[in-house]
């Protein structure tokens, strides 16, 4: 499940990682394009994530890391690229 700030982008670029290694986002590979309405608000989907199967323990950043409008020249302080929290993920 994702919840995002829209920022009143057309679209925005997800990106998972596991351990800061990308993973696999609703098996389309390591980027997830999401189509935004171009308004302020919340943009909310689900995802799912490739688990690794090796046992041991993994930081998880789930919704790691959104660029809003990824195929326009970014400037300025707003349109920068954001995070969200981090957890840990055990494999056992």
């Known amino acids: 499940m994702y919840n995002l700030n829209k920022a009143s982008s057309e679209n925005c670029l997800l990106i998972v990682t596991v351990s800061f290694?990308?993973?696999s986002i609703n098996s389309n590979g390591n980027l997830q394009l999401v189509q935004l309405d171009g308004k302020d608000g919340t943009a909310n989907?689900?995802?799912?994530?490739?688990?690794l199967t090796i046992p041991g323990?993994?930081?998880?950043?789930?919704?790691?890391?959104?660029?809003h409008n990824p195929f326009i020249k970014q400037q300025g302080s707003g349109n920068i690229v954001k995070t969200s929290y981090r957890f840990t993920l055990v494999v056992e």
């Open 45 to 51: 989907g689900a995802i799912e994530v490739q688990a």
């Open 21 to 23: 290694v990308p993973t």
């Open 57 to 67: 323990s993994y930081e998880v950043i789930v919704i790691g890391y959104v660029v």
